[in-house]
């Protein structure tokens, strides 16, 4: 099992939870706030440029089997895709193990 992590920006998540529905059986979704190679934007409050150093972001969770991983990763690319900076990050971990708590099954079942 494979834990995706995917970062993007606030106005992709639900283009990539539309593009996602019919591969993954749920996700998790956070709001965070950071900065990458952006280093942050600058904007303009009663007219004095302020720069903001965390940029509002969406963080999307989702434990899937090996096999799902290489077309999630392909499917979120596509969505993701601007070609500015910015555009997100997705980090897959290994998953030893998930266990549903109300049935006690574990493995990928679990899943």
């Known amino acids: 099992m494979k834990k ?3 970062i993007l920006k606030p106005e992709k998540l639900e283009e990539l939870k539309d593009a996602l529905s019919d591969m ?9 706030m950071g900065f990458g190679a952006q280093r942050g934007a600058k904007e303009y409050y009663r007219g004095v440029e302020v720069t903001v150093r965390f940029l509002p972001k969406y963080k999307v969770e989702i434990v899937v089997d090996n096999t799902k991983v290489e077309g999630i990763v392909a499917k979120a690319r596509a969505v993701l895709n601007t070609g500015h900076t910015g555009d997100g990050k997705i980090f897959v971990y290994e998953v030893t193990d998930a266990v549903r708590v109300r049935t ?8």
């Open 24 to 32: 993954v059986g749920g996700m998790t979704i956070t709001s965070v």
């Open 104 to 111: 006690g099954e574990s493995g990928e079942s679990a899943i």
């Open 4 to 6: 995706l992590e995917i």
